[in-house]
Each structure stands twice: as structure tokens, then as C-alpha cells.
């Protein structure tokens, strides 16, 4: 069964720090891995999408990494500010079926 | 440009409704999916339309079904709901179907059951 498991579900920081957001996965056959952020309410908005050849991918202050050979990507926030106060989403796509698979997010909040 | 617009934006609903919830994609996508997201939780897939015809399903009964209109927006229907139903209903669209493609949002249709 395709999973997706983000870690800490959680997470509080204060301004200005930097933190980082665990995804491991088990979805097979591997087509990419994707961030998004989605504010309270609102529709999920894209952050990175990564493919089995990349390991490292920036957006601003945002860092993706993925190692394909232990199934595990993170996303680090750098200076984080309280716009970034938001849930993440690791998803993964698989070739065999055109599904994405969702993780449960990790939910942020930055505190000034 | 236009991203991908949903309507409502909020919808209550009593148990034994029946609910449809729209959907217009980007300019220039041809595909369309559905995800349901309960609150504090991931988004689970429901379907995917593309050409008009139901491409992919997830795990979710046949109460839910859906259409894509010959100008790309879809619909998803909700019969007999009842209370697990309340979730935030989230529109993708993409060109094309494949897995690789990029997935754009909605906003999103928050619907209460009660």
C-alpha cells in the first residue's frame, strides 16, 4: 500500500528560526515528490516538485531534499517568518495509476 | 489568468442531502481531480476526469460520483450525505493525466453536515 508519513505532526518555532520537516514514503513505482503549503482553509499551493534524479531543490527560504534510495525527503525553512504559520504537505506521485499520494502535513506555527 | 476556481465557498447541508460542488480548471488544463480533506488531516484522492470520463477512483463510495462538462469543468455530487462527509472538497487540475504532471488547487468548498 502507498504511504506517505510526515513528522513532527506539529510544530512551533519562533521567528526567525529555522526548523526542518521530515517525509518518508513507501510509494512504488517512484515519479516524483512534491511540497506544498496550504494555509488554513485554502487549497494547498506548490513549493517543490522533485524527481528521482534530484536531490536538493530551493524556493526562497525553502530547501527540498530527496534521497530515493531510503525513501525520505525534508523540507528546512530558513528565517522563518509568520507568514510561513501554515500546514506542509508531502506528496508523492507514482507512475502506475496517476494517483498522488497525500501525507498528513505537518502543521507550523511561528511566533514572533 | 484565471487558476482553478471552485463554488461555493461554504455549503451546510442537513444528513440525507444530496450537495454538488463545482469546479472550472486553469486555462489551458484538461484534466480534473477531486480530493476530500477532513480537518487537521492530508487530502484522500476521490477522482480524476479527464475527456469526460472517470479516469481514476479512490477509496470512496458510490454516493460520490461526478461529471466533466466538454469545457473541462467538472462537478462532484454528494448523495445521501451524512456527518463524515464534512470536509474541505479540493479541485485539482493539470494538462493531462500523467502522474508527473503538475497539480494546481482550488480554494476549496468547505461542506457541514449536520
Known amino acids: 500500500k502507498n504511504q506517505v508519513e510526515q513528522s513532527p505532526q506539529s510544530l512551533i518555532i519562533l521567528e526567525g528560526k529555522n526548523c526542518t520537516l521530515q517525509?518518508?514514503?513507501?510509494?512504488?513505482?517512484?515519479?516524483?515528490l512534491r511540497w506544498y503549503k496550504q494555509d488554513t482553509g485554502r487549497g494547498p499551493v506548490s513549493l517543490t516538485i522533485m524527481t528521482f534524479s534530484e536531490n536538493t531543490k530551493s524556493n526562497g527560504r525553502y530547501t527540498a531534499t530527496l534521497d530515493a534510495d531510503t525513501k525520505q525527503s525534508s523540507l528546512h525553512i530558513t528565517a522563518s517568518q509568520l507568514s510561513d504559520s501554515a500546514s506542509y504537505i508531502c506528496v508523492v506521485s507514482s507512475y502506475a495509476g496517476n494517483m498522488l499520494t497525500f501525507g498528513g502535513g505537518t502543521r507550523l506555527m511561528v511566533k514572533p | 489568468d484565471a487558476g482553478v476556481t471552485q463554488s461555493p465557498t461554504h455549503l451546510i447541508k442537513t444528513r440525507g442531502q444530496q450537495v454538488t460542488l463545482r469546479c472550472s480548471p486553469k486555462?489551458?488544463?484538461?484534466?480534473v481531480s477531486w480530493y476530500q480533506q477532513a480537518l487537521g488531516q492530508g487530502p484522500q484522492f476521490i477522482f480524476q476526469?479527464?475527456?469526460?470520463?472517470?479516469?481514476q477512483r479512490g477509496n470512496f463510495p458510490d454516493r460520490f460520483s461526478g461529471h466533466q462538462f466538454p469545457n473541462y469543468s467538472s462537478e462532484l455530487n454528494v448523495n445521501a450525505l451524512l456527518l463524515g462527509d464534512s470536509a474541505l472538497y479540493l479541485c485539482?487540475?493539470?494538462?493531462?493525466?500523467?502522474?508527473?504532471?503538475?497539480?494546481?488547487f482550488g480554494p476549496g468548498t468547505r461542506l457541514t453536515v449536520t
Open positions: 486555462s489551458g488544463h484538461d484534466t
Open positions: 476526469y479527464y475527456e469526460e470520463e472517470e479516469r
Open positions: 485539482a487540475s493539470s494538462s493531462g493525466t500523467g502522474g508527473f504532471r503538475e497539480q494546481y
Open positions: 517525509c518518508n514514503y513507501t510509494v512504488s513505482p517512484f515519479s516524483n
